[in-house]
C-alpha cells in the first residue's frame, strides 16, 4: 500500500538556522502531498499541500516542491524561529479521503 | 471559525469498561474522521463518517464503533477497552471530495489501567 518515511525523528537547530526535513512517499498513482504542523497541545493544522509534479506549496516561510521522479516533498525553511518548536507530519492522499502519514519529525529550536 | 473539539481531553479508563469520546466541528463538513495516535507512530485512521455513511478501516472493524447523530457531532465508541487501547485520539473533518485538507481537534488522551 501507499506510505510515507520521514527519516529524521528528530531535529534540533538554534534560531536562524536553515531547516530541511526529508519527507519520501511511496504510491501507486499520483498522490496529492502535504505537509501538517502539530504544535504542544493542539491537533495537527494543515500547513499546505501540493499536487502536481514541480508545484511548490508554502506557508508561514516554510516551503515544499513536488518532486514526482525523486518521490519527494521535503520541507524547507531559510531562518527557524524559536516559535517553529513543534511535530512536523508529511502526508499524501491519492484521492480518496484517507490521509497517509509519515511518523513525524520532532523540531527543536534553541535560543 | 475552523474549530474542532473534542472531549473529553483526558480520559482515564479501566480495562474491559467501555469508552465513549465526543468530537464536535463548526464548520458544516460533510466528512469527519477518527485516527489513533501513538507515541512515535503515524496517526492511524480507525473509520470516517460521509454525511451519515460510516466507513471503518478493515482492522479496526470490530473494535471501535461510531455514531454521528448529526451533521456536527461525532463520537467513538470502545466496548471493552484494553491496555492497547491507550493512545491519543484525534477527530478531523474535511468538506467532501479526495485529497481536501482536514481540520483536527486538539484530541483525547486515553489511558486504560
Known amino acids: 500500500g501507499d506510505s510515507v518515511t520521514q527519516t529524521e525523528g528528530q531535529v534540533a537547530l538554534s534560531e536562524e538556522d536553515f531547516l530541511t526535513i526529508h519527507c519520501n512517499y511511496s504510491?501507486?498513482?499520483?498522490?496529492?502531498l502535504f505537509w501538517y504542523v502539530q504544535y504542544p497541545g493542539e491537533g495537527p493544522q494543515f500547513l499546505f499541500r501540493?499536487?502536481?509534479?514541480?508545484e511548490k506549496g508554502s506557508s508561514r516561510g516554510f516551503e515544499a516542491t513536488y518532486n514526482k521522479e525523486a518521490t519527494s516533498f521535503h520541507l524547507q525553511k531559510a531562518s527557524v524561529q524559536e516559535s517553529d518548536s513543534a511535530v512536523y507530519y508529511c502526508?499524501?492522499?491519492?484521492?480518496?479521503?484517507?490521509?497517509?502519514f509519515g511518523s513525524g519529525t520532532q523540531l527543536t529550536v534553541m535560543p | 471559525d475552523t474549530t474542532v473539539k473534542q472531549n473529553p481531553r483526558y480520559k482515564l479508563a479501566r480495562v474491559g469498561k467501555p469508552v465513549n469520546l465526543i468530537c464536535s466541528q463548526t464548520?458544516?463538513?460533510?466528512?469527519m474522521y477518527w485516527y489513533q495516535k501513538k507515541p512515535n507512530q503515524a496517526p492511524k485512521l480507525l473509520l470516517f463518517?460521509?454525511?451519515?455513511?460510516?466507513?471503518r478501516e478493515a482492522d479496526t472493524f470490530e473494535k471501535f464503533q461510531s455514531s454521528r447523530p448529526n451533521n456536527s457531532f461525532c463520537s467513538l465508541y470502545i466496548g471493552s477497552a484494553g491496555l492497547e487501547y491507550s493512545a491519543m485520539y484525534l477527530c478531523?473533518?474535511?468538506?467532501?471530495?479526495?485529497?481536501?485538507?482536514?481540520?483536527f481537534g486538539p484530541g483525547t488522551r486515553l489511558t486504560v489501567l
Open positions: 478531523a473533518s474535511s468538506s467532501p471530495g479526495g485529497a481536501r485538507e482536514q481540520y
Open positions: 504510491a501507486s498513482g499520483y498522490p496529492a
Open positions: 501540493a499536487s502536481r509534479d514541480k
Open positions: 502526508a499524501l492522499s491519492d484521492g480518496s479521503w484517507q490521509l497517509i
Open positions: 464548520m458544516n463538513h460533510d466528512t
Open positions: 463518517y460521509y454525511d451519515k455513511i460510516l466507513n
